[in-house]
């Protein structure tokens, strides 16, 4: 069974910094990209960020470029977004979710529960 | 960014009824396009995707059809377990993007 759990959500003061991490076991990680998508509360899905099976590829939305940072350490079955210069804005439920390609793109067949990061001060 | 809108926001409905959401991309995304469902509380899960095509252990009575910039959730006889919020997804490009939800309340 595919299993991705998450860790390392917090409250943090705009500017701060977070770490999430997702643990994945299950399936073999390092055959599958994976990405972040997050959820504001009482809000819909948005994509976060993507990162290709070797890490070697990273992709992320406007909103969070040049803050955020995904990697992956397949020898570990994780994955990982540094959060840096944390906004209001990026008060969310962060989801780790496990990409199957069509096209150019990526759907989602595995999600975690999520992990809550509040910016607050 | 391809930007995704979804019809109605809201939806009642009856236990039996046949259920319809809409998605319309701004650009022609093909049929790249995935549904979901997401309860209070919980993660969202993949009902279709490439437009049409069920994954493995959703029931039936959902289906997908559309292709361009025009798309439909069916549900084609609402059970309990159906009240949901629901989010179109499209892939055709790196940068995915979400529809805005269609929360199924009960009527």
């Known amino acids: 069974e595919v299993q991705l759990v998450e860790s390392g959500g917090g409250l943090v003061r705009p500017g701060g910094s977070l770490r999430l991490s997702c643990a994945a076991s299950?399936?073999?990680?390092?055959?599958?990209?994976m990405s972040w998508v997050r959820q504001a509360p009482g809000k819909g899905l948005e994509w976060v960020s993507t990162?290709?099976?070797?890490?070697?590829?990273?992709g992320y939305a406007d909103s969070v470029k040049g803050r955020f940072t995904i990697s992956r350490e397949n020898a570990k079955n994780s994955l990982y977004l540094q959060l840096n210069s944390l906004r209001v804005e990026d008060t969310a439920l962060y989801y780790c979710?496990?990409?199957?390609?069509?096209?150019?793109?990526?759907?989602?067949?595995?999600w975690g529960q999520g992990a809550l990061v509040t910016v607050s001060s | 960014d391809i930007q995704m809108t979804q019809s109605p926001s809201t939806l009642s409905a009856s236990v039996g009824d046949r259920v319809t959401i809409t998605c319309r991309a701004s650009?022609?995304?093909?049929?790249?396009l995935a549904w979901y469902q997401q309860k209070p509380g919980k993660a969202p899960k993949l009902l279709i995707y490439?437009?049409?095509t069920l994954e493995s252990g959703v029931p039936a009575r959902f289906s997908g059809s559309g292709s361009g910039t025009d798309f439909t959730l069916t549900v084609s006889s609402l059970q309990p377990d159906d009240f949901a919020t629901y989010y179109c997804?499209?892939?055709?490009?790196?940068?995915?993007?979400f529809g805005q939800g269609t929360k199924v309340e009960i009527k």
């Open positions: 979710a496990r990409e199957v390609r069509g096209s150019s793109g990526y759907y989602y067949d595995s």
């Open positions: 299950g399936f073999t990680f390092d055959n599958y990209g």
């Open positions: 990162i290709n099976w070797n890490g070697r590829s990273t």
């Open positions: 650009q022609s995304i093909r049929t790249w």
């Open positions: 490439k437009a049409s």
């Open positions: 997804q499209q892939y055709n490009t790196y940068s995915a993007t």
